[in-house]
């Protein structure tokens, strides 16, 4: 969540939203409530996003190897850390072959 909030602090672009659940994306572009174990987090992340326009993109898994990998090091530093303007060592190799491309339109 606190990344997602520095992200919003930094810019006031459209969101766009990738994850690689249909799920995850329905229950933030939905009004209903949502009533599964995630519920608290999608509100919370609801009222963060705010008035801000979202864009949200279902990705494959395979497209998502740089979340993975920075959750498991957050995991296993037990810390969350920001890099501005670099890239962790724990991704370096990753991040050029993870970028996923876009249409906005």
Not at 16 to 31: C, F, G, I, K
Not at 59 to 69: F, K, Y
Not at 90 to 96: E, H, N, S, V
Request: hydrophobic share 40%.
């Amino acid at each position: 969540m606190q990344d997602m909030a520095l992200a919003m602090q930094h810019s006031y672009l459209l969101v766009v939203l990738q994850s690689d659940s249909s799920e995850a994306l329905s229950s933030l572009s939905n009004t209903a409530i949502v009533r599964s174990a995630y519920g608290q987090i999608v509100l919370q992340i609801k009222d963060l996003l705010g008035s801000r326009e979202i864009f949200p993109q279902k990705i494959s898994r395979t497209q998502n190897r740089v979340v993975d990998r920075l959750a498991n090091y957050s995991r296993s530093k037990r810390a969350t850390a920001v890099w501005l303007r670099s890239v962790p060592p724990c991704i370096k190799g990753w991040l050029p072959l993870n970028c996923n491309s876009m249409n906005l339109q």
